[in-house]
């Protein structure tokens, strides 16, 4: 049972260029999250969707966008990145909005930008 | 001041010694609770849910302390697969989840 897979799981990018990150889930769960990690902080959640078709900003959306057409698949883009950006990028799935259920994780995607 | 705080450790005990960590949050109004584990370069997964009354699940018990606002994980024998990374997460309402930056516990034989 894969659960959540990320795609790709490291990437090093050059100030300026793009990118899309993918996660699919095969949960069927509605709620689909993307988050960040950096050195001595929390995750932190950038953007979260609640069904297929549907998304909203989370904490730190800026320089970030998604897209959720199918409801298996969430995808985060970076139009022009910036090594602030560099950061280890989890997507995760509920069956539950957070806090009434577990949050289930994809394992990773290490992201670095030069 | 961080909304979620923990003491980043690292908490080093030997195999079957018993180590507790502790997390405060400052709002108030968080409503549920949980700790979640992350093994090294790995994704975090639930471990246990923490419940008002406190629960138990095998060697793990977990405590709220809803006047002190802070939340404990306690583990007793402690094993060399325990070596991870505790998050302490809080939720204050719907998609305002706040993790904590962790606790590092490294057992040793």
């Known amino acids: 049972n894969a659960g959540v897979t990320q795609t790709p799981k490291f990437r090093v990018l050059k100030t300026g260029q793009s990118m899309t990150l993918l996660c699919a889930q095969d949960m069927n769960h509605e709620y689909m999250y993307w988050y960040r990690q950096d050195p001595g902080m929390g995750l932190r959640l950038i953007h979260y969707s609640v069904g297929e078709g549907t998304t909203a900003k989370g904490e730190v959306p800026d320089g970030y966008n998604v897209s959720r057409l199918k409801k298996q698949n969430f995808l985060l883009g970076l139009e022009s990145a910036a090594p602030s950006q560099t950061s280890v990028y989890f997507c995760?799935?509920?069956?539950?909005?957070?806090?009434?259920?577990?949050?289930?994780f994809g394992e990773g995607s290490r992201l670095t930008v030069l | 001041r961080k909304e979620v705080e923990q003491d980043p450790g690292p908490f080093n005990v030997p195999e079957g010694a018993t180590v507790a960590f502790n997390c405060t949050y400052s709002?108030?109004?968080?409503?549920?609770f949980f700790w979640y584990r992350q093994d090294c370069r790995k994704e975090p997964k639930l471990l246990m849910s923490?419940?008002?009354s406190g629960n138990e699940d095998g060697r793990f018990t977990a405590q709220l302390n809803r006047a002190s606002q802070y939340i404990s994980l306690l583990i007793r024998d402690s094993k060399l697969s325990d070596s991870a990374t505790y998050l302490c997460v809080v939720n204050r309402g719907s998609f305002k989840t706040i993790f904590g930056a962790g606790t590092r516990l490294f057992v040793k034989a």
């Open positions: 923490v419940y008002s």
């Open positions: 995760a799935s509920s069956r539950r909005r957070t806090g009434a259920g577990e949050l289930f």
């Open positions: 709002n108030s109004a968080s409503q549920s």
